[in-house]
């Protein structure tokens, strides 16, 4: 089952930068769940800066942050800890959030086919109930509109 717009998002527990984050936990918070394909890449690297510099701006908003890949928390505390990442990342190893989200998808890279995160972001009211997704994410002006659907919520 993967999740869809309008309906509630089921619970989940993942490890994560700080201690293990839980959907559940954040209930009555707007929550902003980022999916990227690996850290310290160029993309993802601009992406979470972009989520970075306008976080005081989603707090304004009443929304928490919180970035995803398959990358070990090893990785993502020396990320995190580099780009000076406020939010927490989410260490999806065994894909378990990815495949809740769907955004598991065949890639081409250099000619070879391979399975990886399509760039993908989800806005889940206070409710728990998924508002918005965003699926083949373009980095450039990306957070900008993320920021605009979290203040019209």
Known sequence: MTVAIDTPVPDFTAPATG?????????????????????????????GMNFRDSYAQFQAAGAQIVGVSRDSLRSHENFKNKLELPFALI??????????????KLKK???????????????IDE???????????????????????????
């Not at 728990?128 to 979290?150: I, M, T």
């Open 19 to 47: 201690g293990d984050f839980s959907l559940k936990g954040h209930r009555g918070q707007k929550v902003v769940i980022y999916f990227y394909p690996k850290d310290n890449t160029p993309g993802c690297t601009t992406e």
């Open 91 to 104: 260490s999806d190893a065994d894909e378990a959030v990815c495949k809740l989200f769907g955004v598991i």
């Open 127 to 153: 409710k728990g109930v998924l508002r918005k997704e965003w699926r083949g994410v373009r980095v450039p002006d990306h957070v900008s509109e993320v920021l605009a659907a979290v203040q019209a919520l």
């Open 109 to 123: 890279l250099y000619g070879k086919e391979h399975l990886g995160i399509e760039r993908s972001t989800f806005l």
